[in-house]
């Protein structure tokens, strides 16, 4: 059975049983139960039988069996366990509708703000979508020490950021994997 073994809650993943046949055997009744429940109960000639499964926060686990009366039953089943945690929180400035948060609010817990909380230990990460410098200034060392600690930060630029946004020479420019400046003309 492949698939993820971890994943979030309420997200539809793929998961693929394999059937690998031996000797003259062209079909064979295979059933897949999912904590418990049956989801698939057939006879197939097919080699990979694809699910889609969305689980809720916990452990769970996937059973599939080929029923089949062969010398080595034991290899007639396969189990595989999946962990669901709960979406990760991320911190999302400004507080606008933006087109990429239909995207994250899939994957995760979203907190929309307008200014940047002085406690960020509870977000998974921050991501700042086409800010000022002075819409972040005074919170560069607050987000220095979160970067610092490993947590995560995501800059999206438009016309408000990097150039645009005056984030040259600042300490928050120092946050930044590039260096922020505008192109120049050379023959």
């Known amino acids: 059975i492949s698939g993820p073994s971890r994943t979030i809650t309420d997200v539809k993943n793929e998961f693929t049983v394999s059937i690998n046949k031996f000797g003259s055997f062209s079909s064979v009744h295979l059933k897949v139960i999912i904590d418990g429940l049956e989801v698939f109960d057939e ?4 080699e990979f039988i694809s699910f889609e499964k ?5 452990k769970h686990k996937i059973e599939a069996e080929i029923l089949l009366d062969d010398h080595f039953n034991q290899n007639n089943h396969y189990y595989k366990t999946v962990k669901v945690i709960e979406k990760p929180k991320i911190l999302f400035l400004p507080n ?5 948060l239909q995207v994250l609010e899939q994957l995760y817990n979203v907190e929309k703000r307008n200014k940047i909380p002085s406690k960020l230990d509870d977000y998974y990460a921050i991501i700042l979508d086409d800010l000022l410098e002075s ?9 220095m020490d979160y970067v610092s600690e490993g947590d995560g930060l995501v ?3 438009g016309k408000s950021s990097y150039d645009y946004g005056s984030y040259k020479n600042t300490l928050f420019e120092k946050l930044l994997p590039v260096m922020v400046g505008g192109a120049e003309r050379k023959r």
């Open 54 to 58: 969305a689980f809720t926060e916990g």
């Open 96 to 100: 606008i509708n933006y087109p990429i």
């Open 43 to 46: 006879i197939t000639d097919q």
């Open 155 to 157: 800059v999206i630029g």
């Open 135 to 143: 819409e972040i200034n005074d919170d560069s060392s607050v987000l």
